[in-house]
């Protein structure tokens, strides 16, 4: 193993967490894919790496909630893309998707810095903005060209 994997494993072993096989399987997935899976595409992902280690939706879904816990993991509902967990890279960064038709950008946390100062000021209040997807219309579909 080597790259973003290896580090979250060191993380995980630093908070004195067992890394079990279905834990390791699945962090080593989203290390290699370097994108964000869903659960269907992680178990895919596993399968064809390790066809002697079959592992149910439910086990990999209770990984990742727990690696979520922790803070190394991300899960955002990206809408017709479905819901999409990834490790938390840093600089992160967020998604910008379109209701009308389905286009996404890609941002910048530096967007969230004021929102995070301001909760924090004002409500005492540290969010997890880990990987968000904030939905509206895009330059295009706002100008009516929806060609
Ligand atoms: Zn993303
Ligand atoms: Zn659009």
Redo the contacts with the bound molecule.
């Keep these: 193993m080597k790259g973003a994997e290896m580090d979250v494993i060191e993380q995980v072993k630093a908070q004195g967490e067992r890394v079990t096989l279905p834990r390791r399987l699945v962090i080593e997935a989203l290390g290699q894919a370097h994108d964000h899976l869903t659960i269907s595409a992680l178990q895919r992902h596993i399968q064809a790496e390790h066809p002697d280690q079959p592992m149910s939706d439910t086990t990999i879904y209770r990984v990742l909630q727990w690696l979520k816990a922790i803070g190394l993991v991300s899960q955002t509902d990206m809408g017709q893309a479905g819901t999409v967990y990834a490790l938390i890279d840093r600089p992160q960064h967020h998604h910008l998707i379109?209701?009308?038709?389905?286009?996404t950008i890609t941002i910048d946390d530096a967007v969230f810095e004021a929102l995070r100062a301001t909760l924090s000021a004002q409500y005492h209040f540290m969010p997890r903005i880990d990987h968000m997807a904030i939905y509206g219309?895009?330059e295009?579909?706002a100008d009516g060209d929806n060609s």
């Design positions: 379109c209701l009308n038709c389905g286009g219309t895009c295009r579909c």
